[in-house]
């Protein structure tokens, strides 16, 4: 039996939490394929976020927006709270805590 061929390029190793990133200059921030099966995700349209930026902890309620060929989904930080905390493209911050809410 021929083995099925994967698309792509090999995605990041992070497979648990938590784990730092960089957001996008769109404002949005990526969530690894290998996280999101690890967490079992795959199938989550909306989810609860907690993360850390400059020692302080905000959580947020998203949607993930997946793309066509990967289990990969990605987020955008609300603005009001980008501005609330200052947070630019190219910052970094730590994911703690990711839950499915539908």
């Known amino acids: 039996m021929q083995e099925k061929k994967k698309r792509g390029v090999k995605g990041l190793n992070i497979t ?3 784990y730092e990133v ?4 769109n404002n949005q921030v990526l969530i690894p394929a290998q996280l ?12 609860r976020i907690k993360f850390k930026y400059r020692d302080k902890t905000f959580e947020i309620e998203v949607k993930l927006l997946r793309t066509k060929y ?3 989904r990605q987020f955008t930080i609300p603005k009001e ?4 905390i200052r ?3 190219g910052n970094t911050i730590k994911i703690l805590d990711i839950q499915k809410i539908k």
């Open 22 to 25: 960089k957001v996008y200059m």
């Open 36 to 47: 999101i099966r690890s967490l079992g995700l795959t199938d989550a349209t909306y989810s």
């Open 16 to 18: 648990k939490l938590p």
């Open 70 to 72: 990967t289990d990969s």
């Open 87 to 89: 947070l630019l493209p």
């Open 81 to 84: 709270i980008r501005t609330k």
